[in-house]
């Protein structure tokens, strides 16, 4: 069976001693630690996770811009990112995940520019993360959220451009809902560089609240010999993408929903 994780962005700012207790007594097996290094030391977080028996699967970065045509806003990125693999090296994180920068949705400049620009900074942290023996995961975000590699086509073109061993994809589910027009063939398409794996209902929500396929989506899954981490990323019923806090009652009904999404995964596990 493959393991199981959530995402800790989706908790908002409750502690991380808080969240992994909670995503322990849910029956996850690990995270994906939102990366925001200057909250916590990584002997904190090697400690919380040996205390929850929880792995670290990924680290997913803050909202910083690696395209942006302003050198400086690039540079700062680039910086985040470097100083992200060596925390990630610390708490033995394997996987860093990459996106271009959350509700930047049209370039500046032009998205020839822009995509040349995201390929040399992603280059320079390829580089880095090849040395650490760290995997760098392309997520194809919306085109809600992003104007950069929106779809399986356009993230394998620039692999090709940027042809390093420490670079492959991670899909997720929400985003390819909106993007791809046959979920299973983009599942078939990535399958050489798939190294990771989100999940969120057609609406955000948990597993089985929304219409995704995800019957067809897990046997693909097997079929293509994927046995990364499958890692929840849903919200609580409500407004505004972006926030994970939905008014009262959000934790709970969070709660709700990621149990109700780890019994769905353990099903489709089975099938």
Known sequence: MRPHGVCTWIFGDESLPSVFERVARLGFDGVELLGDYGRYKPHEVRDLLGDHGLKVFSLTPLNVDLAHPDPRIRGDALEYYLRLLDFAAEIGALVVTCHGAVGRVRPIASLQEEEALFLEGVARIAEKAHRLGIKVALETLNRYESHLLNTVDRIKRFLERLDSPAVGILLDTYHMNIEEGDLISAIWEAQEYLILFHVADSNRRGLGRGHIPF?????????????????????????????????????????????????????????
Not at 252 to 260: D, F, I, S
């Open 215 to 271: 019957v067809p989506i897990f046997r693909a899954l097997r079929r293509t010999g994927y046995r990364g981490p499958v890692i929840v990323e849903c919200t609580a019923p409500g407004p505004n993408p972006f926030d994970p806090r939905k008014g009262p009652g959000w934790r709970e009904a969070l709660v709700a929903e990621l149990e109700a999404s780890l019994r769905f995964l353990e099903l489709l596990e089975d099938l």
